[in-house]
């Protein structure tokens, strides 16, 4: 047989110690070094900065939490270390589950011993799963816990909201929407809806924010807009052009903004969804002009209702003359194009006076209001 302690060291996540014990001596009597971590809070904390064990073996129903998480963590960090999960009484779905997020193989309690020895030399000799169902991939298996991720991060997914104000009248004229999600593996959106694109599940994403917008829109303050990011392909999402989704009730309220990603992903006809949105209600932005994900052609094509200019045009403009000058002819042609047009990302009172020497009225970021619960109103 294959010198099978050449590989390391087996890892025993059990919160019974002396089944612990017995597990360690039949290692030693296989030649297998061994390590013990009584919870799963020890175990996933040693698997995410230890070196690589050379197989896992955890209990499933542990003290302080499940021996899935100690799969999921040995999944993440240790993608080809097996895992053998001892499992007293588990449900099918359970079962499925363990398998789908790539266990090697399921023992029930009590533990026969000698069918552990010759999983444990299977494992470790690289022979593959039992379970069909198993044999599925590491990747596979990453995406799996992607996918659970993803789902609970879905469930609590909420938005702030940061006002847009005029700064001539000195009060709110909108809100942005921006996503959040409470779960902590996102604490920011961008990863988020990267996980989401990649599991196919950004149109899914969409709905569930435009859902949770609408609910909050029937709080909106009187008089006020409320703009709401599009996302990659939702102009090929036949809800939002139809009268059935959730914010369509606002749509008068509403401002769509598009980025040049919005149309570079899609296979749809984005003249014709724009002009659907707009018989709809709706009107549109283009937001971040100036970043270098939305260009000036979107500006001339669609003759949107509002143009954002990106921070990065705002940062500092206050003392450099080419930010003065682009911005002041963005400005212009936005007059000329009867687009409205909102700075963004003002930080300081210095470029808010710059930018009004410029001419622009409608300005957002941290110097009026951070992203924030609705609604909040800095002039109040
Ligand atoms: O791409 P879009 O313009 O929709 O993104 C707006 C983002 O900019 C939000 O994530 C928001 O939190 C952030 N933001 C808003 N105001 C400011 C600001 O004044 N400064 C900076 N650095 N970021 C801001
Ligand atoms: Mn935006």
Known sequence: MANLGAKGTILIVEDDEELAQTYQRMFQRMGLASEWLATSEDACARLASGPSPALVLTDLGLGDGNGREVLETARVHHPVVQVIVATGTARVEEVVELVELGAYRLLTKP?????????????????????????????????AVLRHQLD???????????????????????????????????????????????????????????????????????????????????LGDPQLLSADDPLHPFAGRIVLELTEQTRLNDRVDV?????????????VAIDDLGAG?????????????????DMSLVRGVDGDEVRQQIV?????????????????????????????????????????????????????
């Open 111 to 143: 533990i026969d011993l000698e069918k552990l020895r010759e999983t444990v030399s299977l494992a470790l000799q690289g022979a593959p799963p039992p379970s069909i169902t198993a044999l599925r991939t590491a990747a596979n298996a990453r995406d």
């Open 152 to 234: 609970a991060a879905l469930d609590q997914v909420f938005c702030l909201f940061q006002p847009i104000v005029d700064v001539r009248q000195r009060k709110v004229f909108a809100y942005e929407a921006l996503l959040r999600t409470r779960h902590p593996s996102y604490r920011s959106p961008l990863p988020l809806l990267a996980d989401a694109a990649r599991l196919d599940r950004g149109r899914e994403l969409s709905r569930r924010i435009r859902a949770s917008i609408a609910q909050t829109a029937t709080t909106l303050p009187a008089g006020a807009l409320l703009f709401v990011n599009l996302l990659a392909d939702d």
């Open 271 to 283: 003249k014709a969804a724009i002009g659907r949105l707009r018989e709809l209600g709706y009107r």
């Open 293 to 309: 994900y939305s260009s000036l052609a979107l500006l001339v094509e669609l003759a949107p209702d509002f143009v954002k200019l």
């Open 328 to 380: 002041g002819a963005m400005l212009q042609v936005c007059a000329r194009k009867r687009s409205l047009a909102v700075l963004e990302g003002v930080e300081t009172a210095s470029e808010s006076d710059a930018l009004q020497n410029l001419g622009a009225r409608w300005m957002q970021g941290y110097l009026f209001a951070k992203p924030s619960p609705p609604f909040v109103d800095p002039f109040v």
